[in-house]
């Protein structure tokens, strides 16, 4: 018995998804739930298993094939059927006669795409045959009217006039390889300089040479996979909520002491805890008191909805591209299991095992530039998010400390936030909210 399986929905409304590669050849035997092949959708790379037991007929797509949502993936011979060929018998030959009125073809006259002593198949999906032919007679070209005006002919060159010269600037041109017919001069005689002048790289022709050249020293790659995705909700984002930014500098100073301290505590060996971390927990904690950071603008319902919980994302930077992968329920976490969580799924995401779920559902994001050495910058929104914090590189430099200069650890915060959802006032409490926890972490057990 013959068994397609197509490719399945991968969940959050995607509708399609690229083959990675396979892990089955045709002709392969396969046991229930193992896996076929590995696919890379808008989020993550996704393992399918075999959803039957049986041999591989036949695989309908090659690795690097964006292949869509329902279309044939596999095809299995399940309890050692034969497989049937899937296309149709080939219709008869049409045998009827030709019409004795009908138009001979030209003798110079070439076939068209309809004529061909074998039947011609349209492209299609595998497995679903191949298409059959119309029935309409091939179209024969017309011969043209033995009446039909021809066109008219060129002017002769002799019915021009050759361009006056002098037997030295003739003798130039040919030296330059100057073609004296092409050099216009208004009826008066060509000289030395218009020659010399015609002679000299053309601003047209140097660009084209140039830029054939350059064509030789580019390496073109093909925007697919989760670059793809992500530059597609990029672009939707920012056309979409209108952006808004706002930034503060803090004195981290405290904070980097504490996490020195609590990185010799013993109890706490292997918990990795970092800034990130701490800023993680101060966004959570920023929240409570200005929860719409964490909502979202509902366009069909006319709603701005607000959750009860946050789904933190943690903007990951890959091999494949950026990706988000958020934690669920992390206000609900102290600051070592949030630090935890974090290293779990950039982890994962780096190491393309992370799974769509965790990649869709994310209620607000951080994105940790200073990792590489920046600043700050103003990011792009995550799709159906209403705030994104950047937190740039900590710097030691000379700060205000209780009335003196000191050398301190200074950072810059930037939110990002949706402008239909958070006013000014709200971003600026968020934005203090957070910066005050990272100046002074005692504080956190204020807003907790």
Known sequence: MIQEFRLPDLGEGLTDAELVQWLVAEGDTVALNQTLAEVETAKAVVELPSPFAGAIHQLHAAAGDTVDVGAPLVTFALDGGEAASPEPAAPEPDTAPEPVDAPEPVADS?????????????????????????????????????????????????????????????????????????IAVNGRPITRADVEAAALPQPAATARASAAANAQRVT???????????????????????????????????????????????????????????????????????????????????????????????????????????????????????????????????GGTISPAQLTGGTFTITNVGVFGVDGGTPILNPGESGILALGAIRRQPWEHHGEIALRDVTTLTLSFDHRVVDGAEAARFLTDVAGVLREPGRAMLLG
Not at 252 to 281: C, F, M, N, P
């Open 220 to 350: 073109r790659h093909p925007i697919r996979g989760i670059r793809k995705h992500t530059a597609a909700a990029m672009v939707r984002s920012a056309f979409t909520a209108p952006h808004a930014a706002t930034f503060v500098t803090v004195d981290v100073t405290e904070t980097r002491q504490l996490l020195e301290s609590l990185s010799r505590d013993k109890a706490l060996a292997g918990h990795r805890l970092g800034i990130l971390a701490v800023t993680a927990k101060a966004v959570c904690l920023a929240l409570r008191r200005t929860p719409f950071l964490g909502a979202r603008w509902d366009e069909e319902g006319g709603e701005i909805v607000e959750p009860s919980y946050v789904n933190l994302g943690i903007a990951v930077a890959t091999d494949r591209g950026l990706m988000v992968p958020n934690v669920p329920d992390a206000d609900a976490m102290s600051l070592v299991e949030l630090a935890d969580a974090i290293g779990e799924i950039a982890g994962a995401a780096r």
């Open 110 to 182: 070439e076939p068209t795409d309809a004529v061909s002593a074998a039947p011609r198949r349209e492209a299609t999906l595998v497995g679903y045959g191949a298409v059959g032919r119309s029935g309409a007679r091939p179209q024969r070209r017309a011969r043209r009217s033995p009446t039909a005006p021809l066109a008219t002919p060129p002017p002769l060159d002799g019915e021009r006039e050759r361009p006056r010269s002098t037997p030295p600037v003739r003798r130039l041109a040919k030296t330059l390889g100057v073609d004296l017919d092409a």
